[in-house]
């Protein structure tokens, strides 16, 4: 993912990966919706793969929370067929998608000059 320049609230994505031997290759362009602080960041996407997602905070203590992400997309024509084989590979990407915007988020806490 790259934030745009001259468009700080417009990324761009791509995934590639490899499945049944195949490489395969998507990206898009996605708007990043103004936040709702400490509470919800979402986006959607502008061209490309059509995809929309939000992840929310929920309190959990004084310095943790719970994190949800919500995700959809529409399957590109050519995954179809295997979009059911595909399911648990997106879920691990995901996933792993969250565990490294949690250790950015736990760096960045630590970054930030105590008060």
Known sequence: MKVLKDK????????????????VE???LARNMQP????????????????????RFY?????SCRIE???S??????L???ASALKPFLESLLLRGLDSFVT???EYQESVPKS
């Open 8 to 23: 700080p609230d417009v990324s761009r994505w791509t995934l590639k990966y490899e499945v049944f031997g195949q490489d």
């Open 59 to 63: 309190p959990k203590g004084p310095s």
């Open 36 to 55: 709702i602080p400490n509470q919800k960041i979402h986006w959607r996407s502008l061209e490309g793969l059509p995809n929309r997602g939000a992840v």
């Open 26 to 28: 998507f990206s898009w």
């Open 104 to 106: 950015f988020a736990r």
């Open 69 to 71: 992400l919500t995700v």
């Open 80 to 82: 179809a067929p295997v």
């Open 73 to 78: 997309y529409e399957v590109p024509q050519v």
